[in-house]
């Protein structure tokens, strides 16, 4: 077994695989919340915490299974282009939707 | 292949700790290489991301306009089949991840047993998929020409899922035809990729083999392993916009 | 004291380079599976121009039909599907890849100090992509053509017309591909390979302007794919979301379109406005007036173009309030281009200008863009777009833009970096004769279809009321006057490969690391790998180079 620490050079962070675990395990138990929120009434709470708990389990797999968290500023603000763009999309089409039902003025 | 190959280097010396087999004529140095390279796959992830956002805005316009076609039509997804499917391809995000550091820390064995992991628990998922596929054609809720509302103006009481369920009005119910056509679009395109991922994986997996990925060269690894974390990463989103709408009465 | 700035060596002594990347290796073979970006370039050139005629003649088929106000020269239907694939010819086979992959793949890595792109497979596979994207849209108009307009609005695409919406999708589908393929080498390119010495601030504008289309090219083409891919899968198995009697909104396509199809404008207009500003440069011998600005600019137009589709919906059934928010921020993004030409504009100021044909196609750009631009702004305001949109006046709009803008510019460059690209130069006088018999026969074509739009012909339309066919007339000829103007380049361009004098490295006395080394170039671009130790267009730096040529 050759000494992890020998294996990375200045640019190469290597990630621990506890830290893999430590992440796998919290996103089992976040599909297990997602699951359960789903089943009691929150109102107008459900979608927001549904999504909320997504969000947060796609910036853990971006963070740390991605290794976005130890990478250059070049690759994070690539991924926060992708996240803006990806939001204005969303955002601006759905205003028109939903403005729509506001009426003439 | 004409390449462009350099006819004087700067170095004197060409020997093999400077200038390792794999590095491309046209960069300086491997690290220039390696970071191209995952660069390059993180701007490939970004037209991911944007082709499936098409997706995702029509869903979340036809939500808010359909909201009880949307709740009806998901009670007939099978919260355990889809729920079993998200801690496979999330197992499979660990065992990509654990394969990449594998790779990083030359253990080929390592890398061999993770990559073909993932590719099982790839193969379970689209397994799992064909299955709930199967259901929808047997009950009519394929979008086109053998499309039926019956389920939502008569819901099946028997059925857990469906059991509180009110009957739709007509046209609400016609509306689920929309939901499943977004079913059929965002899965299907889902699984496409996934299948394309499983092909590149069983590749990978001959190739690492014969050691191409643990002497150092671990660029192809790792930037696999980014396409994988992000078609989970677009499966951790369907997963509750899908199925999880509202499962209380 | 010169009339032009031209510097060429001695026709009786010159010969070309014994080795350059032309004649590096033979065979067709060496060609088509080529990595150099200089080959590839010249692989689109090639394919591009081929395409160009087809678009044109397409072109020239509809001002044929419309010297009469009734449909006499072909059926309605068959029209309709002329001016759809002279549409999708023209703007996924021609004004996308334009001067990105020519220019750009031959540049940018000569102009960063680099050896080749940071993908060169990638690259070439992006011009197997177009190849294979030109092949199924000619496919396509051989089998029947499409007759939807090149924006496949549905429920037309979807479920109205029996025509080849699949195939031309299709084509568009992975034309697109191309197009990413090659934003996304640029990007990781400009990014990854700088030479020592060559910061951001020192490139040169034509690389920031293509950074700039590159990002609009990868974040926004997937859009304009999952639009194909939706319609197609609702015109063959049925799956939905655009069909009104399932409850599907036909305008959400339109937001998907035009999500991508307006920051496709600024992929076909920015890569121009770098070429634009070099040539400025070099014939006013004066840096860029406010690199700056221009290069933030470029960058500002690719952010807010994402932001402004929907001014192309206002009479759609969009909301009022998303009527207003578009229109306004359309006013802002006019912003970052109006500072281009006053930049320009500036950096012509007390230069010394002299009138190569470049600097003429240069000239053609900078009066026309400004036109079409200033006309895009009657388009934003929403009230003036009710009145305007569907007619000619949007037709006059974007072909000053893009064939009075973009075109001359893809021009300009042609014949700027021709003697780089093939170690000839082209016959002076009749290139000029050409740059103006092109800018005359475009003004003829196209000004009189503003005051038609005005007047409320409207477009897509093969009969119009005969009161309009004078303006009509006028336009069929200058579209034939601008046939010829855009015919005698390809002539004497090919003349030239043989019979133009030899060029040198730099003919133009121009700054850039393009025009330090030989032309054309050695497949590996520099022999030893350059320092960049002086500013962008530093004239003064060049001088101490070798003795430059004193224009009046």
């Keep these: 077994m050759t000494d992890q620490k020998e294996m990375e050079t200045a640019s190469h962070h290597i990630v621990s695989p506890v830290v893999y675990v430590v992440i796998f395990l919290a996103l089992l138990v976040g599909t297990a919340v997602t699951v359960g929120a789903s089943y009691i009434n929150l109102g107008v709470f459900n979608p927001i915490i549904a999504l909320a708990i997504a969000c947060v389990k796609a910036t853990l797999v971006v963070l740390f299974f991605m290794h976005v968290k130890y990478s250059s500023k070049l690759t994070k603000l690539t991924v926060f282009c992708g996240v803006f763009t990806f939001l204005t999309l969303i955002g601006m089409t759905l205003a028109d939707y939903i403005s729509r039902a506001w009426g003439a003025w | ?57 029509a869903y979340l316009i036809y939500r808010n306009w359909y909201y009880p076609a949307f709740v009806a039509a998901s009670h007939q997804l099978s919260i355990p089949l889809g729920g079993f499917n998200t801690l496979l391809l999330i197992t499979s995000s660990f065992t990509m991840a654990m394969g990449v550091w594998c790779a990083e820390t030359r253990r080929k064995s390592g890398l061999v047993l993770c990559l073909v992991l993932t590719l099982i628990l790839g193969l379970g998922f689209l397994g799992v998929k064909t299955v709930e596929y199967g259901e929808k054609i047997e009950k009519h809720h ?82 696999f392993g980014l396409y994988w974390h992000f078609v989970d990463i677009v499966w951790i989103f369907l997963f509750p ?9 | 004291m010169s009339s032009t700035i031209v510097n060429i060596p001695d026709p009786s002594t010159a010969r070309l380079p014994r080795v350059s990347f032309l004649n590096k290796e033979n065979g067709l073979l060496s060609w088509l599976l080529t990595g150099d970006h200089k080959r590839i370039a010249i692989l689109y050139l090639i394919s591009i121009t081929f395409f160009f005629f087809i678009g044109g003649s397409l072109a020239g088929l509809i001002r044929l039909e419309l010297l009469t106000p009734q449909s ?29 992959a020519t220019l750009g793949n031959f540049l940018i890595p000569l102009m960063i100090g680099a050896k080749d792109l940071a993908l060169p497979k990638i690259n070439l596979l992006s011009w197997y992509l177009y190849m294979a994207g030109g092949i199924m849209v000619i496919y396509t108009m051989a089998t029947g053509g499409v007759d939807t307009g090149w924006t496949f609005t549905t429920p037309l695409s979807t479920h109205y017309v029996n025509t080849n919406v699949l195939t031309t999708g299709l084509a568009v589908f992975v034309a697109g591909f191309s197009s990413i393929f090659t934003g996304l080498n640029f990007i990781v390119t400009i990014h990854k390979m700088r030479c020592p010495g060559m910061t951001w601030f020192r490139m040169p504008l034509f690389v920031w302007a293509h950074y700039a289309a590159s990002i609009l090219m990868v974040l926004g083409t997937p859009v304009l794919a999952i639009a194909i891919v939706l319609v197609a899968l609702e015109r063959t198995i049925g799956i939905g979301i655009f069909d009104p009697t399932k409850g599907g909104d036909p305008l959400l396509f339109q937001h998907l379109f035009w999500f991508y199809s307006h920051p496709a404008v600024y992929i076909m207009i920015l890569p121009g406005m770098g070429v634009i500003s070099e040539t400025i440069s070099t014939f006013s011998r004066k840096r860029v007036f406010g690199y700056t600005a221009v290069a933030f600019s470029s960058v500002a137009i690719a952010v807010f173009g994402f932001f402004v589709w929907a001014h192309h919906m206002f009479i759609m059934g969009i909301s009022n309030y998303s009527m207003l928010v578009f229109s306004l921020l359309t006013m802002l993004v006019a912003v970052p281009s109006a500072i281009k030409i006053f930049n320009w504009a500036f950096t012509l100021y007390k230069g010394s200008i002299t009138f190569e044909t470049p600097m003429l196609y240069t000239f053609g750009f900078m009066g026309l863009f400004t036109i079409g631009g200033l006309t895009g702004v009657f388009l934003g305001t929403s009230g003036t777009d009710i009145h305007l949109t569907e007619t000619y006046f949007i037709v006059a709009h974007f072909h000053f833009v893009m064939v009075g803008g973009m075109l001359m510019a893809f021009l300009a460059g042609i014949h700027f970096w021709w003697p780089k690209m093939t170690g000839r130069m082209y016959p002076e006088k009749i290139s000029q004769l050409a740059a103006v018999v092109t800018f005359i026969g475009f003004n003829l074509t196209f000004f009189p279809q503003f005051i038609l739009g005005v007047l409320g012909m409207p477009r897509r339309y093969a009969a119009y ?40 490295d730099n003919p133009w006395q121009a700054t850039g690391l393009e025009w330090q080394i030989q032309s054309p170039p050695l497949t590996e671009n520099f022999p030893v790998t350059p320092i960049m130790d002086h500013e962008a267009y530093d004239y003064e730096w060049l001088d101490k180079q070798k003795e430059v040529t004193i224009v009046g």
């Design chain 3, 465 to 504: 009321p005969p009161e309009f066919q004078i303006l009509n007339v006028f336009s069929t000829a200058g579209a034939t006057i601008l046939g010829v103007g855009y015919l005698l380049p390809i002539l004497y361009l090919t003349w030239s490969l043989k019979y133009g004098a030899i060029a040198g």
């Design chain 2, 1 to 57: 292949m004409s390449d462009s190959t350099a006819l004087a280097h700067e170095a004197p010396e060409h020997g093999h700790e400077a200038h390792p087999a794999y590095l491309r004529h046209h960069f300086e140095n491997v690290e220039q290489q390696a970071d191209a390279a995952g660069f390059a796959m993180w701007l490939f992830l970004l037209t991911e991301v944007m082709f499936f956002g098409g997706l995702f805005t």
């Design chain 2, 142 to 223: 394929v979008p086109g020409f053998h499309y039926s509302i019956d389920s939502f103006t008569h819901p099946d009481l028997n059925n857990s899922a469906t059991a509180k369920d009110k009957p739709l009005a007509l046209d609400m119910a016609r509306h689920t035809e929309v939901y499943f056509s977004l079913y059929f679009a965002m899965t299907g395109m889902h699984a496409l990729h996934m299948i394309i991922g499983i092909g590149i994986l069983g590749f990978m997996i001959y190739r690492a083999q014969a050691g191409a990925y643990t002497n150092g060269h671990v660029t192809f690894v790792e930037n």
């Design chain 3, 72 to 100: 006499d020269l072909m059926a309605t239907d068959t029209y309709n599907k002329v001016f759809t694939m002279h549409g999708v010819v023209m703007i996924f086979l021609f004004l996308v890849p334009s001067v990105p």
């Design chain 2, 241 to 249: 916009l899908l199925y999880l709408i509202s499962r209380h009465s």
